[in-house]
């Protein structure tokens, strides 16, 4: 059984803590097969405030990763990745997007019209807006995000329900576009249990949508979101639980932006 963490932050982002060979240990404490950082790429200045590390320091956060996984080599396979915002941005040097030292870049949405919706400052906003628009500005973004085709993996997929706001119409027709097109190009979608730990207090996606992951062809993989140590693979049994309940027999690991599916 592979149980793989592909979503993990490192201090550079602002609002994470521990040392990257931290994060290390407590995956092989908790069992886990492999661990890969995403650390938020850098968005521009006015954006990126205690949320990205800066553009010169991606270089930085590149050669930390490689250092940790040189550290552990032999003991857990350690990947490199990050989390990139969409729609892109400059401060995200494009020649990264095909930088061959990467293992897989996640794709996340966390603006809706400028508004960082899943920032807990940013809350109210929520209720100075029609919710149902709010889900459909951010499916529609995903839908270009998937068509996009330059990610590997997308993240935390219902993230709009972070805090608990609901749609009260249906928004299955976008979904399915966006799963259409990442069956297309084989991207896989995360199961995150950081849902686990915010007001929602549910797994990124939510079980309907993991079925119809499942029957459209979507692969999946595994992320905590991790922004200390001790949340590296967070609640995966539950995660697990939830893919196989589905029907999935296998996830996603990702090697050199090489896709392989193995037995969970
Ligand atoms: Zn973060
Ligand atoms: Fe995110
Ligand atoms: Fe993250
Ligand atoms: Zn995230």
């Known amino acids: 059984m592979a149980l793989v963490d592909y979503h993990v932050h490192t201090p550079l982002c602002g609002h994470a803590h521990g040392e990257p060979a931290a994060y290390v240990e407590h995956a092989i404490a908790v069992g886990l097969s492999e661990i890969g950082f995403s650390d938020h790429a850098p968005l521009p200045a006015g954006m990126r405030e205690g949320i990205t590390m800066l553009p ?3 270089e930085r956060y590149i050669a930390m990763i490689e250092r940790v996984r040189d550290e552990h ?10 989390e990139v915002d969409y729609p892109l941005h400059d401060t995200f040097d494009r020649r990264y997007l095909d930088d061959p030292r990467i293992d897989y870049l996640i794709g996340s949405c966390h603006f809706v019209d400028g508004w960082a919706f899943d920032h807990p400052d940013g809350v109210a906003e929520y209720n100075r807006r029609d919710v149902d628009e709010v889900y459909a500005a951010y499916y529609d973004t995903l839908i270009e995000l ?3 085709g330059r990610f590997h993996i997308v993240g935390h ?9 609901r749609a009260t119409r249906d928004h299955h027709d976008r979904i399915r576009r966006v799963l259409m097109a990442l069956a297309r190009c084989g991207t896989a979608v ?15 996606p939510a079980p309907d949508i993991v079925a119809l992951l499942f029957e459209m062809n979507v ?6 979101d991790a922004h200390a140590p001790e949340e590296v693979g967070y609640e995966f049994a539950r ?9 999935y027999r296998r996830i996603a690991r990702f090697e050199k932006r090489v896709r392989r599916d193995v037995p969970i």
């Open 56 to 58: 010169e320091e991606t």
């Open 157 to 165: 997929f219902d993230l709009v329900k972070k805090f608990g706001h």
């Open 239 to 247: 995660a697990r639980e939830l893919i196989r309940g589905a029907g």
């Open 146 to 148: 998937a068509n996009e």
């Open 219 to 224: 692969p999946v993989t595994l992320g905590s």
């Open 190 to 204: 995360e199961i995150s249990t950081a849902g686990l730990r915010k007001p929602v207090g549910e797994i990124y």
């Open 73 to 82: 080599r032999g003991r857990i396979p350690v990947r490199l990745g990050f």
